[in-house]
């Protein structure tokens, strides 16, 4: 049998703060060497991308691969998402699918997860700190959520330049962590955050990176292609670099790629993977004046950790469907 689980169903179970703690031993099990990572390969049938993320996490007995397509006539054309997401999680002593689904709300929360998880090992750790919020969208709700669940924050500020979405944003975000929401087009304002996270879909650099005060942490989400880029060689000059995962950002996020290929850094300027500053194999935040920051392509791990946890949730609960292929 195969337990199908709906978009409803896996928002009914997923929480950010169990989500945080899966991602916490999938990084752990990178670090280690218990994860098998393989890149994610990427077909284009006409008219879009697809995308498969297979990934196995031999400690929590997670296998599975999730699959991402992306059409952008779909809206028009065929009344369905431009980008569609599906996960197929297996038993790895049999190989068996044990469960099938939707991969889209999934994805949100396991990204916004590894936020709060970087958040919790790098963030100052001092009390009523703020956040700022860069872009409206589902993604960046999810960014909020996860640093939220790893800092308790005072306040946050959110900027999007879509006219109307951050005040729409703060305040159903204000109504769901109980903490004051603020729109704002103020940069220096936004800047002075103690927490930034850039969830966007800009190709430029959103922020003058000279302004971003010490001591502040970042989590750079939005961009993850070689030739674009959300943060400033600025920025990522000023900062203690970490990435998700080392190969990933050198092939794949053009806010390292980018200079790099200007010889503005060296690859050493990525001072560790998370995974490592998570086991204490690299040092994280040294002093109150560093900033850090960490940069997030998305692996598949963390959508075989989520959804490990998803399955067994549900099952526990009884939500979903069991049907016989």
Request: net charge negative; aromatic share 4%.
């Amino acid at each position: 049998m195969v337990l199908i689980l709906t978009k409803e169903d896996v928002m009914s179970v997923l929480e950010m703060k169990d989500c945080i703690d899966v991602l916490d031993k999938a990084f752990t099990e990178l670090a280690k060497g218990t994860a098998v990572l393989p890149l994610r390969i990427g077909i284009r049938p006409p008219g879009g991308i697809a995308l498969y993320m297979p990934a196995y996490l031999k400690e929590m007995n997670a296998l599975a691969c999730k699959i991402v397509t992306v059409y952008k006539d779909n809206p028009n054309k065929h009344d369905l998402p431009t980008t569609i997401g599906k996960v197929l999680l297996q038993d790895p002593k049999t190989g068996e699918v044990t469960c099938i689904m939707d991969g889209g709300y999934l994805t949100a929360v396991r990204t916004g997860a590894v936020s709060g998880l970087a958040t919790k090992y790098l963030a100052r750790e001092d009390p009523g700190q703020t956040a700022a919020i860069y872009g409206a969208g589902v993604q960046a709700k999810m960014q909020l959520w996860g640093v939220h669940e790893a800092r308790s924050l005072s306040k946050a500020y959110v900027h999007d330049k879509i006219p109307g979405s951050a005040e729409a944003f703060a305040v159903e975000m204000s109504e769901k962590l109980g903490i004051p929401v603020e729109a704002t087009d103020d940069q220096d304002k936004l800047l002075s955050a103690d927490i930034i996270c850039t969830a966007t879909s800009s190709p430029e650099p959103i922020f003058d990176g000279s302004k971003v005060k010490e001591g502040a942490h970042i989590n750079g989400i939005g961009s993850h292609s070689p030739n674009a880029r959300e943060l400033d060689t600025v920025i990522v000059k000023r900062s203690k670099f970490i990435a998700d995962s080392r190969e990933g950002c050198l092939s794949e996020a053009g806010d390292i790629m980018i200079p790099l290929e200007k010889g503005e850094i060296t690859a050493d300027h990525i001072h560790a993977d998370l995974g490592e500053i998570i086991t204490g194999t690299k040092e994280a935040r040294t002093s109150q004046s560093e900033i850090t920051l960490f940069k997030s392509n998305g692996l598949a791990i963390q959508d075989s950790a989520t959804a490990k946890l998803v399955y067994e949730k549900a099952s526990e609960l009884g939500i979903g469907t069991e049907i016989s292929i």
